[in-house]
T-cell receptor, first 111, second 112 residues
Framework: SQQGEEDPQALSIQEGENATMNCSYK?????LQWYRQNSGRGLVHLIL?????REKHSGRLRVTLDTSKKSSSLLITASRAADTASYFC???????????FGTGTQLKVEL | EAQVTQNPRYLITVTGKKLTVTCSQN?????MSWYRQDPGLGLRQIYY???????DKGDVPEGYKVSRKEKRNFPLILESPSPNQTSLYFC???????????FGDGTRLSIL
């Protein structure tokens, strides 16, 4: 079963705008990770936030985590055409054995 | 360069013909996993391994086998492929259980 569910499924914005994607999950986690996938390619790790953290930044990326609501958001500021990709959240529920991915958000950034 | 290498990248084959997808990582990672990606279903874990000779089932292990005889290699074996195994497959590795995963570029399998 899917642990993470992203929302929206698809998002289209203009270059320079901010993009926000949300992820909800069902069970307690050790950490939550965000990945990017360019069309037909492997996933690339973007950022990891631990369960005791509430916010994390990396360049133009900002991730928040609300464990009480079992949700996370990924904000990409000042988006670029090169940010066009699918974005996935993945939850690590502990033990290191399993990372469960959501179904992803397809982001399109138009010039 | 740190990488996870999968081969082949593309394969079209027929039902019942055994095939192996190889995966190799050069980062000395202990953890390795196989995923399949299907439209609308995201990535689903097939099998994972926490170290040499230690493997376990993920969410969708039926029809697949794996082995981990060396730390760097984690092949995925389809003994008798069927059309419902047509998918995009990814191998991934990570150093420890709490580190991010490094993914290969994927293998697109078509089973006719």
């Amino acid at each position: 079963s899917q642990q993470g569910e992203e929302d929206p499924q698809a998002l289209s914005i203009q270059e320079g705008e901010n993009a926000t994607m949300n992820c909800s999950y069902k069970t307690s986690i050790n950490n939550l990770q965000w990945y990017r996938q360019n069309s037909g390619r492997g996933l690339v790790h973007l950022i990891l936030i631990r369960s005791n953290e509430r916010e994390k930044h990396s360049g133009r990326l900002r991730v928040t985590l609300d464990t009480s609501k079992k949700s996370s958001s990924l904000l990409i500021t000042a988006s670029r055409a090169a940010d066009t990709a699918s974005y996935f959240c993945a939850t690590d529920t502990g033990g290191g054995n399993k990372l469960t991915f959501g179904t992803g958000t397809q982001l399109k950034v138009e010039l | 360069e740190a990488q996870v290498t999968q081969n082949p990248r593309y394969l079209i084959t027929v039902t019942g013909k055994k095939l192996t997808v190889t995966c190799s990582q050069n980062m000395n990672h202990e953890y390795m996993s196989w995923y399949r990606q299907d439209p609308g279903l995201g990535l689903r874990q097939i099998y994972y391994s926490m170290n040499v000779e230690v493997t376990d089932k993920g969410d969708v292990p039926e029809g697949y086998k794996v082995s981990r005889k060396e730390k760097r290699n984690f092949p995925l074996i389809l003994e008798s492929p069927s059309p419902n195994q047509t998918s995009l497959y990814f191998c991934a590795s990570r150093a420890t259980g709490t580190q991010p995963q490094h993914f290969g570029d994927g293998t697109r399998l078509s089973i006719l």
